[in-house]
């Protein structure tokens, strides 16, 4: 019996003798079946082909973990750490000896959360080294493919963990349970969000997005952009952390997240004028 990992997705699957048929995450319009059709691998072949973790500091307080080579869709996970505990934010399929034995050393991993089924990833694998909980939207919970009693489904707009050092944030768009996360202390206490590809940071570092398929192109309409804006727009932070090491918004990100929304709205209702002076 194994558990498959989706080549193209990096989602783990339960345990099976055969690969699975298809995986739903990837031939959902979100997602893309890889171009040379379905393939699988394993933590064992990738530890073979000598994939590897690769943590980066952030800031005080923040670890950025990732994998090379890129595996995947090639996002990092984020390690929030607070005096009480350690948070996991998004995940990686990637997880080997030297990776936990370097969070073992931070103070290990208290609770995972993570933004959207994108990055479910290996999930059931990290929480279990690490004796963790899985917080994940219930509106997402047909895109788990490897069930566990360590997952908690919340409902609702927003859940405070660990003694409300962080709070995740339900914005929906990209997916119906999309969640971010609200760390109040990140930035040297000018507050930090973390939001996977839910709120996107582009190529120019001073505006983000929002879409409803990144790899397809397909865009959110304008009400569901409004409503993240409304939203989003009752916290402070001056960073903004997506999903990727170099997709980061540095300072002011929450005026931001406002305006980067209203260029969108603009551009969704044609208002081509507004879009070219949007400041
Ligand atoms: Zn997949
Ligand atoms: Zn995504």
Redesign the pocket.
Known sequence: MTYWI?V??G?QFAESTQPPDG?P??LDQR?YVGHNGQQWTTLAAMAEQNFHSEVQEHEPGLLGIGTQPTFAIGQRALLVRTPQGNILWDCVSYIDQPTIKEIERLGGITAIAISHPHFYSSMVQWAGHFDARIYLHAADQQWVMRPDPRIVFWSGETLSLLDEQVTLIRLGGHFAGGTVLYWPSGAQGQGALLTGDIIQVVADHNWVSFMYSYPNLIPLPASEVARIRDAIAPYHYTHLYGGWFDRLVSAHADEVVQRSADRYISALAGDLKKVISAR
């Open positions: 989706c193209t997705c989602t995986c995450i990837c997602q």
